[in-house]
């Protein structure tokens, strides 16, 4: 990977188990967020491969909110889990048809079923508990995104990742702007996750503390050292 003359990366390899927690570290510039846009594919101009196993389900969290401001932060958590939208489109719009076909009823009623199995009948409570965590009631949950502030809107991109069924979550500097509480529980989150495989970029000792492998990103490669930070 280079951004012109700039080399980043050279047969650098990473590789992330299932349900493996691993932090990412290296100093500024190497290129640690540049890999993440590389993961979810929002980067494809380097030379190489990202292989997932088939139907995983890879997210992170967004630097930028651009032409999202306007949508209140918890409808934009909501539309950014994966299937919500098309799912509640396909029940919403099922309710305006008076009389629908056996296919549109077979597909009504599969998508019944998927929303609930994703736990998204309750969705919208848990994502405001967990943002009033962060110290974002439900009061500010409500308002469009721009009237947060910066850290704020890292929290949002927090607890959107914590509700989003994915099997890969990639996240960014998560305790940059947190104070001891709103750290705390996060770190309660990420003890409390036993079924996804994180990957997260972060020099927070207490964060490193809590995972099973840490990836240098150094001299264009990744080094991958097991254990936590200890």
Not at 133 to 138: C, D, L, M, V
Not at 173 to 191: C, L, R
Request: hydrophobic content about 35%; overall charge negative; glycine content about 6%.
């Amino acid at each position: 990977k280079k951004f012109g003359d700039k080399l980043l990366y050279s047969d650098l390899q990473v590789v992330i188990e299932k349900n493996e927690k691993v932090g990412m570290i290296g100093r500024n510039g190497v290129g640690k967020s540049t890999l993440f846009g590389m993961l979810t594919g929002d980067d494809t101009e380097f030379d190489g491969e990202v292989k997932a196993s088939r139907g995983t389900i890879i997210v992170s969290t967004r630097q930028e909110h651009i032409g999202l401001e306007h949508m209140p932060v918890i409808d934009y958590i909501l539309s950014e889990l994966p299937k919500f939208a098309e799912l509640k489109k396909t029940i919403d719009d099922f309710g305006k048809n008076p009389s629908p076909s056996n296919s549109q009823m077979n597909k009504y009623s599969d998508a019944l079923d998927h929303f609930g199995a994703l736990g998204y009948y309750e969705v919208e409570d848990s994502v405001l508990r967990q943002l009033a965590t962060y110290q974002i009631p439900e009061e500010k949950a409500r308002m469009p995104l721009s009237k947060l502030s910066g850290g704020q809107k890292r929290f949002a991109e927090l607890v959107k990742i914590a509700h989003s069924n994915a099997d890969l979550i990639l996240i960014d500097e998560p305790t940059n702007h947190m104070d001891y509480i709103a750290k705390e529980a996060f770190i309660a989150w990420v003890e409390s996750v036993h079924s996804k495989a994180m990957l997260i970029i972060t020099h927070d000792r207490d964060v490193l503390a809590k995972m099973d492998r840490i990836i240098d990103i150094k001299d264009n490669q990744a080094f991958s050292y097991t254990g936590n930070y200890a």
